[in-house]
């Protein structure tokens, strides 16, 4: 491809609206536009590398058996009242009427959609297991899109959804999904984890997400330095402690603590340390009732945890409002002593002796707390955050380290709540009906790259991992106007192409400094430059973007020299797990 012809602007400034550098360097190297927020276009380069992540889920996917279809984007209301998620769903479900006053949205999923088509075909045990999957546009609106593709409002996922017999097949369907997802952020070159997460408040059903390990990333993940246990922070649990006899209970003291509501300011006050605090949240369910939570004062309660304990599909903050009906105090004083609501205590509250807690009175606290003396908890469990260093609840050997990771990738066991809803049946072997049981498993396409930009870059620019570079090789002719080095330069060109390499050719008559910006910018793993000066002496240079080695090579040289350096690079990227 002849850059002089190829439609690619680069930008030499940071474009201030974006704040990520994957953002950046996408926009700088004219991979996508912006249309609309969370809106965009892929430009040729940048559709280039979203091709090659298509192509190595598709080989991946097809390798596991997987059928590729596609469905459409715009999706009607009645598959979404069936399932029961038109009003669930929230206002990222974008809803709109045909001109007959149809509802319809755009798809921001596709289980109702494949729900329906496969009830429609599947009559007999026979025809599973079924796995299909598509390549196709969604559509969220996001309340906060940003960082480019990360989080857009439009994007392309792939998603698959596999049909089995029963739990054990739709187990076995899960696994091969789940190690076909590791070969492909393999093959991307990417650094994951494949870590445990929240499935909601469904029973039963568990789901790993892939994540990308990025400074940038917007989830938090801990894992054992000992074993495999990998989690999201949402999801990870905490070692229960080990209980202690309990002994010198003292009497109940009321205090004043003027003005002093959160914990660091209550214990300085008092001369305690933050652990010795019980500190009492209040949240209310989705029907207004109230419940309290009580974590040590140095932890932090883990809401999604409380949420699945309890049950609930949504658990809020109380406001003050609320926390007054409920405590007979304001926000900052409340506390377990007297109060009259469901109190779920974490673990390591039991353990606790002579605590202070808030009185549920303005600017007063109590000391000398004892849990079961002084108050009754309703249930104890493991309801707070876990933390970077702590031991692992699993091997007990290690400890938890942190890392920030990208969610490119979710793998879910669904059970048969849409196969149920939706009365999508097959006859077993005993011409008994039963429902599919199910699972769903998605891929963030723009995600991906944009991720595997936050992981490889350097302070020039891009540095693609080879296997999605948008192409494999730049040529770089310093000399335009010169014959002979023009010459060089596309005999090269056709060289590598003959050999089916994918080759950018910068032919256009700007000075070199730019193109070697340009060549670092956007990013492609080899850069062969060729000009008057070298050709002289009768060489080429050849430059690994990654490592901004050069070799010195005669022109003949240069194929062989770009598959021994591209096989090398391609064995490195393999190693970096
Ligand atoms: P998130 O928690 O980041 O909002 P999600 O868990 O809602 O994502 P899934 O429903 O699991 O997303 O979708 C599957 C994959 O689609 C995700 O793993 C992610 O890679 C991608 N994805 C989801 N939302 C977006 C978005 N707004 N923009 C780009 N990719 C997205
Ligand atoms: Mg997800």
């Not at 017999?165 to 076995?172: G, L, N, P, R």
């Not at 000075?511 to 002496?537: M, N, S, T, Y």
């Not at 090579?553 to 062989?560: D, G, L, N, Q, S």
Request: contains cysteine; proline residues 4%.
């Amino acid at each position: 491809m002849r850059m002089s012809k190829y439609l690619l602007n680069t930008l030499k400034e940071v474009p201030r609206e974006a704040e990520t550098l994957s953002h950046q360097l996408m926009l700088r190297s004219c991979m996508i536009k912006k249309v609309a927020a969370g809106i965009y276009t892929y430009m040729p380069m940048g559709y280039r590398v979203i091709r090659k992540i298509e192509a190595i889920i598709r080989e991946e996917l097809n390798r596991e058996g997987c059928i590729e279809l596609l469905m459409p984007a715009v999706q009607p209301a009645e598959l979404w009242q069936e399932s029961k998620r038109w009003d669930f769903y929230g206002k990222e479900l974008l809803r709109f009427k045909d001109r007959k006053g149809a509802d319809f949205c755009l798809g921001p999923t596709h289980e109702e959609v494949i729900t329906d088509v496969v009830r429609r075909e599947l009559k007999s045990y026979r025809q599973l297991p079924l796995n299909l999957y598509q390549i196709q546009t969604k559509f969220r609106d996001e309340i906060r899109p940003r960082y480019g593709l990360m989080r857009g409002r439009e994007f392309i996922m792939k998603d698959a959804y596999s049909f089995d017999v029963d739990d054990q097949a739709s187990e076995k369907s899960y696994w091969s999904m789940y190690h076909a997802y590791a070969r492909i952020f393999h093959r991307c070159g990417l650094k994951f984890r494949a870590v445990e997460a929240d499935s909601g408040a469904i029973g039963g059903s568990y789901t790993h997400e892939f994540h990308v390990l990025a400074d940038t990333g917007e989830d938090t993940v801990l894992s054992c330095t000992h074993c495999e246990y990998t989690a999201n922070i949402e999801k990870a649990e905490c070692r229960k402690p080990e209980s202690v006899e309990h002994g010198d209970f003292l009497e109940t003291e009321k205090r004043e603590t003027p003005g002093k509501k959160s914990v660091e300011e209550v214990a300085e006050f008092l001369g305690v340390q933050p652990e010795n605090l019980i500190k009492t949240m209040i949240f209310v369910a989705e029907d207004g009732t109230p419940v309290a939570v009580l974590v040590r004062g140095d932890h932090e309660v883990n809401e999604v945890k409380v949420r699945n304990f309890l049950g609930l599909n949504a658990l809020e903050l109380a406001d003050e409002e609320t926390i007054r009906a409920a405590t007979g105090g304001p926000s900052g004083f409340s506390g377990p002593v007297g109060l009259n609501i469901r109190i779920l205590a974490d673990y390591a509250v039991r353990e606790m002796e002579n605590a202070v807690t808030g009185a549920n009175e303005k600017d007063m606290h109590w000391l000398n707390v004892n849990p079961e003396r002084d108050f009754k908890v309703s249930e104890y469990g493991d309801f707070r955050l876990a933390e970077e260093g702590e031991q692992c609840p699993r091997c007990e050997e290690g400890r938890y380290e942190q890392f920030k990771g990208i969610e490119v990738g979710q793998v879910f066991r669904l059970g048969t709540k849409y196969s149920e809803s939706m009365d999508c049946r097959f006859l077993d072997e005993n011409g008994k009906e039963k429902p599919a049981v199910m699972g769903c498993y998605g891929i963030g396409v723009g995600r991906t790259a944009a991720a595997a930009i936050e992981q490889n870059n350097d302070e020039n620019g891009i540095i693609w991992p080879v296997n999605i570079a948008p192409f494999d090789v730049m040529i770089l002719n310093l000399d335009v106007r010169d014959e002979d080095v023009s010459i060089a330069a596309r005999t090269i060109e056709e060289k590598l192409e003959e050999m089916s390499f994918e080759v950018l050719y910068d032919d256009r008559d700007v000075r070199a400094g730019f193109k070697f910006k340009d060549a670092d910018l956007i990013g492609l793993p080899l850069q062969v430059i060729v000009g008057k000066r070298g050709l002289k002496e009768g060489v080429v240079e050849v430059k690994v973007r990654r490592t901004g080695d050069r070799e010195k090579v005669a022109p003949a040289e240069v194929p062989r020299k770009v598959v021994e350096l591209l096989n090398s690079l391609k064995e490195q990227e393999e190693q970096r797990r």
